[in-house]
């Protein structure tokens, strides 16, 4: 049984728990421990949920193709009144976009829609899904758009990620998109070493 694993199990407070489970799972390749763990997802304990949570998306950041399977139970958290569950499922479906992107580009309504209301971290983990799928020319044509949009609305503390994130996978007029955002988004940084981050990525951009 996985879940006597988990942390609140354990009478801990902490993640440790948590992130050893995940890795033991991936050693194992625990089918039964990632599915017992989903099942969990489904219960009304909230602290057991998180830590269940917590150990898929650290699973997935080591082995996606363990949680793959259970794309769809993610994308239902999407929707969940609890942010914390929304954050974490996002977190999950940015690691699985590596070995599901198909499935991922399917969902896109739902991660945009959860990204409008979601947390900083929402955002991050849907960038970095978008990102992904971008660096693939057939789904370019439909996340560049969403990754412009995420450039010109991003909070300032997150901007210069953003900006690492887009700029390898900006191609052809994307290129002079992504340097008007951030040229005219320079200015709103609040920090030198902000504006030095995007100062690069304009230069990187400049290259070609």
Known sequence: M????????????DEQPNIALAEAIVAEKNVAGVRELVDL????NKVLKSDALKAL???GGRAPELIAPFLAQFKNLLTSPDNGMVW????????????????????????MAAVDKGSVITRDHA??????????????????????????SAPVNQLPMYAELV???AKGGAVKDVTEI????LQDL??????????KVLKQLAKG
Do not use: H
């Open 88 to 111: 974490g499922a996002m977190c999950a479906i940015d690691t699985i976009t590596a070995v599901k992107p198909e499935a991922v580009y399917m969902m896109l309504p739902q991660i």
């Open 127 to 152: 960038v970095k899904a978008l990102v992904k799928l971008a660096g693939e020319e057939r789904f370019a044509k439909t996340t560049i758009p969403l990754l412009l949009e995420q450039l010109r």
């Open 182 to 185: 951030l040229s005219l988004r």
């Open 190 to 199: 609040p920090t030198a070493a902000k504006v030095k981050r995007v100062e």
């Open 41 to 44: 997802l489904n219960g009304k």
């Open 167 to 169: 700029a390898p996978v």
């Open 57 to 59: 998306y650290e699973v």
């Open 2 to 13: 996985v879940t006597e694993q988990l942390a609140s199990a354990l009478g801990r407070t």
